[in-house]
């Protein structure tokens, strides 16, 4: 299980570099209005031997895409969700 944990620990400078190659979709005004930023790219995993993985990175993929959209809307300080908090 060390093994595995320590694979997962890389994770989230994993997402962030995912995230910055393909960005994502951001406007402030409307869904008509211009694109601040646009997604360039799409991520595709398939962990050949465990859907779980599969599964567990792709959700933290999703959460550091989401934690970056917060963040650039100013509702969050940092981009980081805290799981724990009340």
């Not at 990175?57 to 981009?79: C, D, H, K, N, T």
Request: with cysteine; proline share 5%.
């Amino acid at each position: 299980h060390e093994w595995k944990q320590n694979k997962m620990d890389g994770l989230p400078k994993l997402t962030r570099s995912i995230l910055s190659r393909t960005g994502f979709f951001q406007t402030r005004q409307s869904l008509r209005g211009p694109a601040e930023r646009v997604q360039t790219g799409v991520v595709r995993v398939n962990c050949m031997d465990c859907l779980d993985r599969t599964n567990h990175i792709q959700f933290r993929v999703g959460l550091g895409a989401l934690e970056e959209q917060l963040y650039s809307m100013s509702l969050l300080p940092e981009p980081v969700l805290d799981f724990h908090s009340q």
